[in-house]
Nanobody
């Protein structure tokens, strides 16, 4: 059974940094896109950043220049380095990936940025 396990969330002051990681495990034959989404209270889930198997990246305008997504195909892992965090970055962050042609989501990790 395929799983995505996230880690790295927590509480940080505005201006600080956090690094999220997401590791895929199980019977994996192929991994295509990997990405991070977030959902703040009362808001819809939104794309934060995504990376293709070839390394092409896309970012939401709200995080460009502050967040960096990266991945290690050999380790089936994707990271999200978040710098210069703002209070509006507070949300539950979810990892998403297309594995074996199926979509999978992680359980979510809470990121709270205090002022």
């Amino acid at each position: 059974q395929v799983q995505l396990v996230e880690s790295g969330g927590g509480l940080v002051q505005a201006g600080g940094s956090l690094r999220l990681s997401c590791a895929a495990s199980g019977r994996i034959f192929s991994i295509n896109g990997m990405g991070w989404y977030r959902q703040a209270p009362g808001k819809q889930r939104e794309l934060v950043a995504r990376i293709s198997s070839g390394g092409s990246t896309n970012y939401s305008d709200s995080v460009k220049g502050r967040f960096t997504i990266s991945r290690d195909n050999a380790k089936n892992t994707v990271w999200l380095q978040m710098n210069s965090l703002k209070t509006e970055d507070t949300a539950v962050y979810y990892c998403r990936s297309v594995i074996n042609l199926h979509e999978y989501w992680g359980q979510g990790t809470q990121v709270t940025v205090s002022s």
